[in-house]
């Protein structure tokens, strides 16, 4: 039985580009470090904890921070506070767009930041490193979380993984046979399932495309679906506009995909695992796969802000939410992978890791983790630039005319 949980609300585009974010500025007390893809400031992490501040002021998605006020049943926050006299204020925010313009505005210690909102945040100064030392539970965390392009600069960490899943394939079992094993059932011509094909609404989604085109186009050169020249991303617009005629529906509302998979509106089209579990508890013949080409997908960072008052607290809540206890319960009532596989032992159901994938590093390493564009190709090329994100916002616009 799926209890009830909060699913991810799409993550929007950002109308900013992150080339105008990277630059430092001109004055000799600003440095910089070379960063997979830009220039990051040279920011101090904290070197050592001191009192609790007696509060911690939180930005995150919803179903993050539960205090048992939408569900009893649900609360990894009063403990918390009562461990440490940290008294914990959230506001949840509904896009990576707008975690990005709050946290900017000031008043918050930590984000809850997805992968196209983390790039960002790193290369305006927004966010700081983050000392994993003074983390204790860091050390149980999923290695293959760590040290990655949207979570660090140069093998330093500017943040505390959450939790992951990837961007899967759903279908109905009864209207689409054989069971599809390739994203070609959603990106090939004439497509039996026309009408019928669902697709996320985000310019993020651009990168399903180009990862699809490096399994089928390799002359393409696409190493890294989030880091594509203008040919590239032509390529994948035209691949995305062909689509879009046998698109039925663009999706970002999760409820609406269960519904349009449930009256039949939609059989096929990409999803997370949540909103598969969901659809067949309500007896949708809807299953799942991680295609054969791979899939994107998120993995979530708890950062600091560089203007945080609360450090203390800010850091005694990353060291919580990745405990065994909290990482469980969030990771079961958000629907996703924990990041401490110590969480595995303590979820109300037994079989959840196994069903998100939890530590399996081989299904892992075919997720291409939601990554910020950026004009410096993070695959390692120098011969050209690659597009950024505003570049792909105004392609997306083009897409879906």
Same mark, same amino acid.
């Given at each position: 039985?799926?209890?009830?949980?909060?699913?991810?609300?799409?993550?929007?585009?950002?109308?900013?580009?992150?080339?105008?974010?990277?630059?430092?500025?001109?004055?000799?007390?600003?440095?910089?470090?070379?960063?997979?893809?830009?220039?990051?400031?040279?920011?101090?992490?904290?070197?050592?904890?001191?009192?609790?501040?007696?509060?911690?002021?939180?930005?995150?998605?919803?179903?993050?921070?539960?205090?048992?006020?939408?569900?009893?049943?649900?609360?990894?926050?009063?403990?918390?506070?009562?461990?440490?006299?940290?008294?914990?204020?959230?506001?949840?925010?509904?896009?990576?767009?707008?975690?990005?313009?709050?946290? !900017?505005?000031?008043? *918050? &210690?930590?984000?809850?930041?997805?992968? %196209? @909102?983390?790039?960002? +945040?790193? #290369?305006?100064?927004?966010?700081?490193?983050?000392?994993?030392?003074?983390?204790?539970?860091?050390?149980?965390?999923?290695?293959?979380?760590?040290?990655?392009?949207?979570?660090?600069?140069?093998?330093?960490?500017?943040?505390?993984?959450?939790?992951?899943?990837?961007?899967?394939?759903?279908?109905?079992?009864?209207?689409?046979?054989?069971?599809?094993?390739?994203?070609?059932?959603?990106?090939?011509?004439?497509?039996?399932?026309?009408? !019928?094909?669902?697709? *996320? &609404?985000?310019?993020?989604?651009?990168? %399903? @495309?180009?990862?699809? +085109?490096? #399994?089928?186009?390799?002359?393409?050169?696409?190493?890294?679906?989030?880091?594509?020249?203008?040919?590239?991303?032509?390529?994948?617009?035209?691949?995305?506009?062909?689509?879009?005629?046998?698109?039925?529906?663009?999706?970002?509302?999760?409820?609406?995909?269960?519904?349009?998979?449930?009256?039949?509106?939609?059989?096929?089209?990409?999803?997370?695992?949540?909103?598969?579990?969901?659809?067949?508890?309500?007896?949708?013949?809807?299953?799942?796969?991680?295609?054969?080409?791979?899939?994107?997908?998120?993995? %979530?960072?708890?950062?600091?802000?560089?203007?945080?008052?609360?450090?203390?607290?800010?850091?005694?809540?990353?060291?919580?939410?990745?405990?065994?206890?909290?990482?469980?319960?969030?990771?079961?009532?958000?629907?996703?992978?924990?990041?401490?596989?110590?969480?595995?032992?303590?979820?109300?159901?037994?079989?959840?890791?196994?069903?998100?994938?939890?530590?399996?590093?081989?299904?892992?390493?075919?997720?291409?983790?939601?990554?910020?564009?950026?004009?410096?190709?993070?695959?390692?090329?120098?011969?050209?630039?690659?597009?950024?994100?505003?570049?792909?916002?105004?392609?997306?616009?083009?897409?879906?005319?």
């Amino acid at each position: 039985m799926i209890t009830h949980r909060w699913a991810r609300v799409a993550a929007a585009c950002a109308a900013l580009t992150l080339t105008a974010a990277c630059g430092t500025s001109s004055g000799d007390d600003t440095k910089g470090v070379e960063a997979s893809g830009f220039t990051a400031p040279d920011l101090p992490a904290l070197a050592e904890l001191g009192e609790g501040e007696g509060e911690v002021n939180i930005l995150a998605w919803a179903g993050y921070v539960e205090d048992g006020s939408t569900d009893p049943a649900v609360d990894w926050v009063t403990g918390f506070e009562k461990e440490t006299g940290c008294e914990v204020n959230v506001k949840t925010f509904g896009t990576s767009d707008e975690a990005v313009n709050l946290l !900017k505005a000031g008043g *918050y &210690d930590l984000v809850s930041a997805s992968g %196209d @909102a983390s790039l960002r +945040l790193i #290369a305006s100064g927004d966010v700081e490193p983050v000392n994993t030392d003074l983390i204790p539970n860091y050390a149980d965390v999923y290695d293959f979380l760590k040290d990655r392009d949207w979570n660090s600069v140069d093998g330093q960490m500017y943040g505390v993984p959450h939790g992951y899943g990837a961007n899967v394939l759903m279908y109905r079992t009864d209207e689409v046979k054989p069971a599809p094993t390739s994203w070609s059932a959603v990106f090939e011509e004439d497509s039996p399932y026309a009408g !019928k094909i669902t697709a *996320y &609404d985000s310019p993020i989604y651009i990168a %399903d @495309a180009a990862m699809y +085109l490096m #399994a089928t186009q390799p002359d393409l050169g696409i190493e890294n679906p989030y880091a594509l020249d203008e040919e590239q991303l032509q390529a994948a617009v035209d691949l995305l506009k062909t689509q879009r005629e046998q698109v039925g529906e663009y999706w970002s509302d999760y409820l609406k995909e269960v519904q349009a998979f449930k009256t039949g509106d939609s059989v096929v089209g990409t999803t997370w695992q949540v909103i598969a579990n969901l659809a067949q508890s309500e007896g949708t013949p809807v299953d799942s796969v991680l295609p054969e080409e791979g899939a994107t997908g998120w993995s %979530d960072t708890w950062m600091v802000a560089t203007e945080s008052e609360h450090k203390t607290c800010a850091y005694q809540w990353m060291n919580h939410i990745i405990s065994p206890e909290a990482n469980a319960a969030v990771a079961e009532w958000f629907g996703e992978s924990p990041a401490n596989p110590k969480a595995c032992e303590l979820t109300a159901d037994a079989k959840h890791c196994e069903t998100y994938h939890a530590g399996d590093a081989e299904y892992a390493s075919k997720i291409w983790y939601w990554t910020t564009p950026v004009a410096d190709c993070i695959d390692g090329r120098t011969d050209v630039k690659c597009t950024d994100y505003g570049q792909w916002t105004q392609a997306w616009t083009e897409i879906k005319g």
